[in-house]
């Protein structure tokens, strides 16, 4: 019962951050990165643009892997819709969970969130992909800017 117990505890202690509530910081940055998806996920260029920093840097499982520069975030959009019409793709939404980890120093931000890309092709197929996204970010007085992000692929089905 003892080994139980502490086993218990030990387990509870490991636990803990995970099991903490996010921070109103923290809490912020999570957000802006879920009205960043639902702004891709609706088609909203602009807007979701407007969640980079002027020079960001993108890294993401579509070829040429990786953008940097004014122009990051247009040509990374770019060529993912480019990428969905070659594959037939009729609909691509992301998803993201509960974050994994949040760091927040001062106006810097770093996060990793678990997320489902669900896609659809022009035969009616569904297809999910889990992954999950990674961003460093920085506060401005309008609210978080993303400086980095970047999606690791993680399965398919």
């Not at 218990?8 to 923290?26: F, N």
């Not at 892997?65 to 819709?81: E, F, I, K, R, V």
């Amino acid at each position: 019962m003892r080994r139980i117990l502490l086993a218990a505890i030990a387990a509870a202690a490991l636990a803990g951050p995970a099991l903490a509530a996010e921070s109103p910081a923290e809490a912020e940055l999570t957000s802006a990165l879920n009205r960043f998806a639902d702004l891709v996920n609706k088609g909203d260029a602009p807007g979701a643009l407007s969640y980079f920093v002027a020079n960001p840097s993108i890294t993401e499982d579509l070829a040429p892997y990786h953008w940097s520069g004014p122009q990051a975030g247009t040509d990374w959009l770019n060529g993912m819709a480019a990428n969905g019409a070659k594959m037939g793709m009729t609909n691509i939404q992301m998803r993201f969970m509960p974050a994994t980890m949040v760091q927040i120093t001062g106006v810097r931000g770093y996060a990793v969130i678990p997320g489902e890309l669900t896609y659809t092709f022009k035969d009616g197929a569904i297809r999910h992909a889990q992954g999950h996204i990674t961003a460093a970010a920085e506060k401005f007085p309008a609210g978080w800017r993303f400086e980095a992000l970047t999606w690791t692929w993680e399965s398919a089905k």
